[in-house]
C-alpha cells in the first residue's frame, strides 16, 4: 500500500481480556517502530524493529507488553490481561533503513484501544 | 535522555493570519528536530526537520522552523494559515544517533474564517 497501515482502527474490550494490534509498513520499509499515546500526551516509544529482530523493547511498559515482526514485514503488539490504564492510541511507524536517527517516520492512523 | 516542551495547547487563529507555535527542548547531547501534524482520522505526518546546516528550515504546506541552540528552542512558523492547516502540531527530538522519538504534547490550531 501506499501508506503505513493500521488495524483495527478502534478496539474496546474487557479488562483482562488480550488484545492484538496490527501494523502493516510500507512495502520495503526495514526499520518498525511502535508508540503510545495517551490522552492529551504525545507518543512514546515502545519498541523498535529491524527487519525482523526486536533491537529495542526499552519502551515496553511491562511484560505483558509483547511485540513481534516474524517475516520483517507486518508486526503485531500484544497486550495481555489488559487494564483501563492501557487505553490509549497506538501508533506504528516505518522507515527505510536501519535504525539511522536522519531517517524519517512514517506513521499509520493509529489504534484507539479502550479498555472497559 | 530528552524532554520535550510545546508551550501552547491551544491556538485559535483567523483564516490569513500568521501563526508561531512554539517548542522547547533540553538535552544533554546534540539533537535532531522534528514537527509532525496530524490531521483528523489520519496518522502523523512529517513538516520538517532540522538535522544540521542553515537553522531555518523550510517544510511542506509553507510551513518554517527556525532552531535556536542557545534558547533550546524550535518554534514553527506559517505567514498565513488556511483553513486547512486546522489540525494538531508535535514538536519532536531524537538525540543524534539515537531513532527514538521524543514528543511534546501537541498544539492543536484551529483555524476560523
Known amino acids: 500500500g501506499a501508506g503505513v497501515s493500521q488495524s483495527p482502527r478502534y478496539k474496546v474490550t474487557k479488562r483482562g481480556q488480550d488484545v492484538a494490534l496490527r501494523c502493516d509498513p510500507i512495502?520495503?520499509?526495514?526499520?518498525l517502530y511502535w508508540y503510545r499515546q495517551a490522552l492529551g500526551q504525545g507518543p512514546e516509544f515502545l519498541t523498535y524493529f529491524n527487519y525482523e529482530a526486536q533491537q529495542d523493547k526499552s519502551g515496553l511498559p511491562n511484560d505483558r507488553f509483547s511485540a513481534e515482526r516474524p517475516e520483517g514485514s507486518i508486526s503485531t503488539l500484544t497486550i495481555q490481561r489488559t487494564e483501563q490504564r492501557d487505553s490509549a492510541m497506538y501508533r506504528c511507524?516505518?522507515?527505510?533503513?536501519?535504525?539511522?536517527?536522519?531517517?524519517?517516520?512514517?506513521f499509520g492512523p493509529g489504534t484507539r484501544l479502550t479498555v472497559l | 535522555a530528552q524532554s520535550v516542551t510545546q508551550l501552547d495547547s491551544q491556538v485559535p487563529v483567523f483564516e490569513e493570519a500568521p501563526v508561531e507555535l512554539r517548542c522547547n527542548y533540553s538535552s544533554s547531547v546534540s539533537v535532531y528536530l522534528f514537527w509532525y501534524v496530524q490531521y483528523p482520522n489520519q496518522g502523523l505526518q512529517l513538516l520538517l526537520k532540522?538535522?544540521?546546516?542553515?537553522?531555518l528550515v523550510k517544510g511542506i504546506n509553507g510551513f518554517e522552523a527556525e532552531f535556536n541552540k542557545s534558547q533550546t528552542s524550535f518554534h514553527l512558523r506559517k505567514p498565513s494559515v488556511h483553513i486547512s492547516d486546522t489540525a494538531e502540531y508535535f514538536c519532536?527530538?531524537?538525540?543524534?544517533?539515537?531513532?527514538?522519538?521524543?514528543f511534546g504534547a501537541g498544539t492543536t490550531v484551529t483555524v476560523r474564517a
Open positions: 511507524a516505518s522507515s527505510s533503513f536501519g535504525p539511522r536517527s536522519t531517517d524519517t517516520q512514517y
Open positions: 512495502s520495503g520499509h526495514v526499520s
Open positions: 519532536a527530538v531524537s538525540e543524534v544517533g539515537d531513532y527514538k522519538l521524543s
Open positions: 532540522y538535522l544540521s546546516g542553515s537553522t
